[in-house]
């Protein structure tokens, strides 16, 4: 559907806009943009049957991008015949490596108003009061946490009159079921929300953002066959069938690979555009081989460059902690890997492995990436003006820390032991300001990374 989506999109504006320069000026627009008051003259309108009464009626699109998330598509249909309505959210993003699990506990009316995001492939459950909503029984869309427990109660409600004079048994367990969710909404006591994504494409607001949000929890996890094959991702059994033709041995020698940069083609992460990516295996002085990888999307401008390490995972996890005081500091040379995490505990920010991919630069590199990416997704035309101001309070502060003005800590957190931060000392001993930690993983740690179900011997047997 948001394939689609996005095609009807370009067929639109192809279909509005001038010939030739025109034409060429709009293919450089991306098409997804940050949600602002001016967006409303941007959504494509076209004409769909009603569900209901099967007339002709209108749909409403709207590609947008959520702040602190990723793309989507808003969808809204109205008949002007019967005046059925309906509205619904699909992913424009690609489906993600991981699902995702979120757990959110809440404690008072306010969490009520938490903004949520759910795709078709999510489920929701409130254990306190036995509320699961499966898979795939509701259209995705942009609500909150009371507007979930509303559209419960409107679903249930429907038919009860009827269901009280053929079934008044189940009629009446349904309205003491509906009570139970009604209390919910005054919060008299807490409750948790689970919602669960096998598709890694559902979100639910963190209005502390960017600190960690205590009542939230997120993680993720790798998807079974039958939950890949639900999202239509389907594996080849047969070795005629496969894509990528295993190369013989010595056919292409490690020496080779390390001057050669190889290139092959992708999408733009930003406005989905064709571009390449150029790839090249390069050695880390005192660390090990890493895969470098950059993309330059011609059509908006955006950059990228990644590094996911050459080498296996470690046999322990690593933490490093940098006192950042000087341009000295500024300047050693970090590589964080895709599975490292940063905080900084003066400011209380927290990032998560998943917010900032894997790459090789400096420390002052590092930090200015996190402003870039924690100001490209703030709310700029947002009616909700104290998270607004909160954001813009602590993105003064962090300009501060860039210019050395306020004297912090950088930790860097890799369970898989593949980050590496420059000492200054001679010997490539951790020097004054930097303190390195190795230390075990736990159970959550090698879940995360895949290693609980891993089996390196006799794993034959299973095949």
Not at 210 to 216: I, N, V
Not at 427 to 456: C, H, Q
């Amino acid at each position: 559907m948001s394939t689609a989506a996005s095609a009807t999109i370009a067929t639109e504006s192809a279909d509005t806009t001038d010939p030739a320069p025109a034409t060429a000026e709009a293919q450089q627009e991306p098409i997804f943009k940050e949600i602002n008051a001016e967006q409303a003259g941007e959504l494509v309108e076209i004409e769909s049957a009603c569900m209901s009464c099967f007339k002709t009626g209108t749909t409403r699109l709207l590609p947008t991008k959520i702040p602190f998330f990723r793309e989507v598509v808003l969808m809204s249909f109205k008949c002007e015949h019967c005046g059925f309505t309906n509205s619904e959210m699909q992913s424009a993003s690609e489906i993600q490596k991981h699902g995702v699990r979120i757990e959110l506990k809440v404690e008072k009316e306010a969490d009520l108003n938490r903004r949520v995001v759910r795709s078709d492939n999510s489920s929701i459950s409130i254990p306190e009061v036995e509320l699961e909503i499966p898979v795939q029984s509701q259209k995705g869309e942009v609500t909150t946490i009371e507007g979930i427990i509303e559209r419960t109660i409107t679903g249930l409600s429907q038919d009860q009159e009827k269901r009280r004079i053929e079934h008044p048994t189940e009629a009446e367990s349904i309205d003491a079921f509906i009570d139970r969710l009604r209390d919910l909404k005054l919060v008299k006591k807490p409750f948790r929300v689970l919602l669960e994504d096998i598709s890694g494409n559902s979100f639910i607001e963190n209005p502390l953002a960017p600190a960690s949000d205590p009542q939230l929890k997120t993680s993720h996890f790798a998807r079974s066959t039958a939950q890949n094959e639900q999202l239509g991702l389907y594996e080849q059994n047969h070795e005629d069938q496969n894509l990528l033709k295993p190369i013989a041995e010595d056919s292409w020698p490690i020496e080779n690979l390390h001057g050669e940069v190889l290139q092959f083609s992708t999408n733009c992460p930003d406005c989905h555009a064709p571009c390449e990516t150029n790839m090249k295996l390069t050695n880390i002085p005192h660390f090990k081989e890493v895969v470098i990888m950059a993309t330059v999307c011609s059509k908006c401008g955006h950059k990228t460059n990644e590094v996911k390490s050459g080498g296996g995972i470690e046999p322990e996890g690593v933490r490093f902690k940098l006192r950042i005081e000087s341009k000295e500091d500024l300047t050693r040379d970090v590589l964080k890997s895709e599975t490292c995490s940063l905080s900084i505990p003066e400011l209380d920010l927290d990032v998560g492995p998943n917010a900032l991919c894997g790459r090789f630069t400096t420390v002052e590199g590092l930090l200015v990436a996190m402003r870039e990416q924690l100001d490209g997704t703030l709310f700029h035309d947002s009616a909700d003006e104290p998270s607004r101001q909160q954001l813009e309070r602590f993105l003064t502060t962090f300009d501060k820390v860039v210019k050395l003005e306020h004297v912090i800590t950088l930790v860097l957190e890799d369970p898989a032991g593949n980050t590496y931060v420059q000492s200054l000392s001679d010997d490539d001993e951790p020097d004054a300001k930097l303190i390195v930690e190795r230390y075990e993983r736990s159970f959550e740690d090698n879940e995360e990374l895949g290693l609980n179900d891993m089996k390196t011997e006799n794993y034959e047997q299973n095949a």
